[in-house]
């Protein structure tokens, strides 16, 4: 009988095998069952639904300053206080938070011309380009002899107070005409790419001006902070573009569009999309139109010993489209993007704020708000308070996000338009904004 075989215990050994049988039967299993892995539930992204909006006027207008003298322009300091400048008088003062009047300084001592005028103390800027971010402060200004742009040193103190000093003229020979200084223009601002523009008038020399590249007048200039000619204008010159009678308003829109307001002769204000080298017409236009002088009506016989008419002629009776069938297509000249007769505007200042141009008129005596609906698109123009406050010079955004007005009442235009001054001319008005939306 053969011998029992005795069988050898290792753990080892027996752990293998259990181990191996573990797995053939997880193997087995996951074979015949399917599993489904739990995914996350995925949700559709939050489009956020953005209203488009423009902005118009709301509530009651309040006075806030009265008995200025023509003030031109109106700005706001970083501290929140305001610098206001009259045209005729040369002074430069500064409106605190409590609304008192102070002066900072005076930008001449002569007046600007000897008989009435359009010049004088007009446009103010200012940059931070001063060591430490220090401020400079640019002023536009008519002479005897020329038009010009003035800069100085804008300083504060611990008090709040502002000062001027080391005044400098860094553009001068801005072309003028006789001893009336018309068609000055006069604006300038700080533009988004940090150089100063100015807008200008055909100094009364309409195409001697308007139309030559080689002079300053009738353009609209752009010019480094020094009074040098960047280097990327057109024509190594400081003129930007070209074409215009009387440039006094400009403000960028949130595409970066420049727009301008033009005084026209008799018949078509404008308003223009401003854009380099472009030459706008005048006087080869005017509006949509090619350009007809409006012709005065004979005055009444008679005339003193020198010949000279004693009883001058009257208004011309301005038609309602001349010229209606001589549309300027000549492709050399750019056509402005809106049109008014003079009666409904000559704008002066214009402002953007929140998809919204605003422009200030002096005869129209009125606020026009045209929506931005979109790059170099406008919607429909809102007029608001026609005959309310008389001549509209300039519409400023201030801090707290109202408008502050300035009249220009006592320029010697007659007062209102309606005729008459008031009592508290030239005056700074609020007015407070709201938002209308739209799809």
């Given at each position: 009988m053969p011998k029992a075989v005795k069988t050898r215990k290792d753990p080892l050994f027996e752990f293998v095998i259990v181990f191996a049988i573990m797995l053939g039967g997880v193997f087995s299993f996951s074979s015949d069952t399917q599993q489904v892995e739990a995914k996350p539930e995925v949700k559709p992204p939050v489009v956020e639904v953005v209203k488009r909006s423009y902005v118009v006027p709301t509530g009651k207008p309040e006075n806030l300053v009265t008995g200025l003298k023509a003030p031109w322009e109106l700005l706001f300091l970083p501290d929140g206080q305001a610098l206001v400048d009259e045209r005729d008088s040369g002074s430069i003062l500064l409106i605190s938070k409590d609304l008192k009047v102070s002066k900072v300084g005076f930008t001449r001592a002569a007046p600007p011309c000897e008989k009435f005028c359009e010049g004088g103390t007009l446009g103010m800027t200012y940059?931070?380009?001063?060591?430490?971010?220090k401020l400079s402060l640019f002023v536009f200004l008519t002479t005897l002899n020329d038009n010009r742009i003035l800069k100085y040193d804008l300083n504060t103190d611990d008090a709040g107070v502002w000062s001027l000093a080391n005044k400098r003229v860094i553009v001068k020979g801005i072309e003028r005409s006789g001893k009336s200084t018309t068609h000055n223009g006069g604006r300038i601002?700080?533009?988004?790419?940090?150089?100063?523009?100015?807008?200008?008038?055909?100094?009364?020399?309409?195409?001697?001006?308007?139309?030559?590249?080689?002079?300053?007048?009738?353009?609209?200039?752009?010019?480094?902070?020094?009074?040098?000619?960047?280097?990327?204008?057109?024509?190594?010159?400081?003129?930007?573009?070209?074409?215009?009678?009387?440039?006094?308003?400009?403000?960028?829109?949130?595409?970066?569009?420049?727009w301008t307001t033009e005084f026209g002769q008799d018949t078509w204000d404008e308003l223009n999309l401003l854009e380099k080298g472009k030459n706008y017409g005048w006087p080869i236009a005017e509006g949509l139109y090619k350009f007809v002088e409006t012709p005065l009506e004979p005055g009444n016989p008679g005339s003193d010993a020198q010949g000279t008419?004693?009883?001058?002629?009257?208004?011309?009776?301005?038609?309602?489209?001349?010229?209606?069938?001589?549309?300027?297509?000549?492709?050399?000249?750019?056509?402005?993007?809106?049109?008014?007769?003079?009666?409904?505007?000559?704008?002066?200042?214009?402002?953007?704020?929140?998809?919204?141009?605003?422009?200030?008129?002096?005869?129209?005596?009125?606020?026009?708000?045209?929506?931005?609906?979109?790059?170099?698109?406008?919607?429909?123009?809102?007029?608001?308070?026609?005959?309310?406050?008389?001549?509209?010079?300039?519409?400023?955004?201030?801090?707290?996000?109202?408008?502050?007005?300035?009249?220009?009442?006592?320029?010697?235009?007659?007062?209102?338009?309606?005729?008459?001054?008031?009592?508290?001319?030239?005056?700074?008005?609020?007015?407070?904004?709201?938002?209308?939306?739209?799809?």
């Open positions: 940059a931070a380009d001063r060591l430490g971010g601002a700080i533009g988004p790419d940090g150089k100063l523009w100015v807008t200008l008038g055909d100094s009364g020399m309409r195409g001697s001006t308007s139309q030559n590249w080689n002079k300053l007048a009738g353009s609209v200039l752009r010019v480094n902070l020094d009074g040098s000619v960047p280097e990327d204008n057109p024509r190594n010159s400081l003129v930007w573009a070209k074409g215009f009678r009387d440039t006094q308003g400009m403000a960028w829109d949130e595409f970066g569009n420049m008419d004693k009883n001058p002629a009257p208004k011309p009776t301005i038609p309602e489209m001349p010229s209606k069938d001589v549309l300027v297509t000549d492709s050399r000249y750019t056509p402005p993007i809106l049109t008014w007769h003079p009666s409904e505007a000559a704008c002066s200042g214009i402002t953007h704020v929140q998809s919204t141009l605003i422009s200030a008129c002096l005869r129209g005596g009125k606020l026009w708000f045209i929506p931005v609906l979109g790059d170099k698109k406008l919607g429909e123009p809102q007029e608001f308070f026609k005959g309310s406050f008389g001549r509209l010079r300039k519409a400023t955004l201030a801090p707290d996000g109202s408008l502050w007005l300035i009249t220009s009442n006592r320029d010697g235009r007659g007062g209102w338009s309606s005729g008459g001054e008031n009592a508290l001319d030239d005056r700074i008005i609020r007015v407070k904004l709201k938002n209308v939306y739209y799809d």
